[in-house]
């Protein structure tokens, strides 16, 4: 079940066409004619909770709201975290890395950070698509990152060998811990170059909080269009040096 190195090479293509297949959920489609859907997991979501009779349709969309913001702040918190100390030129590179242990930061915690911070990203942009779209989507995503995870847990135990896999009994995979489960590596976080490498799920958090009390999904679209577009612009100028630590 785990991805292959191809897989791993071209993941931003394959995660892109997800978020592709969700917006537009083509099995909706009339007539094999594309328009726009009726509504939105968003909506769709806060008049569920209504008809449950758990909250008025006011509040249970104030909730699914908020829910979303917190979903994106707490996404992009762990994937500038996580790059702080991976550094942006492995987190972003086509090739799996594995020279050093990587124990610091939120790895102490959590072995795959960065994984679970873009999981918390497509629950808050999945509100944006067709209900059915957001479903499939994040079924699908969900299972591409595990096969992720799967494959480069079997090249770091390859790579470092017993180190890794003590490192791996100790630090679960994507709960994490409440307390650090191991002693830090040495370790200097890259904030700057970190918050720009991951501009994509830092713009779009932020376009969210300030946003979405609009109520216009439209409107958070080209905002996750124009944060998508930047981010393709800042990797061209992002450090490309092999970093000596993976995990």
Avoid at 2 to 30: C, D, H, N
Avoid at 88 to 108: C, E, I, K, L, N
Avoid at 168 to 186: H, Y
Wanted: with cysteine; aromatic share 12%.
């Amino acid at each position: 079940m785990k991805a292959t190195q191809f897989e791993f090479r071209i993941r931003l293509i394959i995660i892109v066409l997800l978020y592709a297949l969700g917006f537009w959920a083509p099995w909706t489609w009339s007539a094999g004619h594309y328009s726009p859907p009726a509504t939105t997991a968003w909506l769709a979501l806060s008049t569920w909770l209504a008809r449950l009779d758990w909250l008025p349709l006011e509040q249970a969309t104030l909730l699914v709201t908020v829910l979303a913001i917190l979903f994106g702040l707490a996404g992009a918190a762990l994937r500038v975290w996580g790059t702080a100390y991976l550094s942006a030129g492995v987190v972003h590179s086509a090739a799996m890395h594995g020279d050093q242990m990587m124990a610091a930061g939120p790895y102490r915690y959590v072995r795959n950070p960065l994984y679970l911070g873009s999981v918390f990203l497509a629950v808050s942009i999945a509100i944006l698509m067709p209900p059915s779209g957001a479903v499939v989507f994040l079924v699908a995503v969900g299972l591409f990152y595990f096969r992720l995870i799967l494959g480069e847990e079997a090249f770091l135990a390859g790579t470092i060998g017993e180190a890794y896999l003590d490192y791996k009994k100790r630090v679960p995979r994507l709960v994490p811990g409440l307390r650090a489960r191991t002693p830090p590596s040495p370790a200097r976080p890259e904030w700057i170059t970190s918050v720009v490498a991951e501009t994509l799920p830092v713009g779009y958090s932020l376009c969210l909080a300030v946003l979405v009390w609009r109520y216009e999904p439209l409107l958070l679209i080209r905002c996750l269009l124009i944060c998508f577009g930047l981010s393709l612009v800042t990797r061209a100028f992002l450090p490309k040096k092999k970093a000596a630590a993976t995990a």
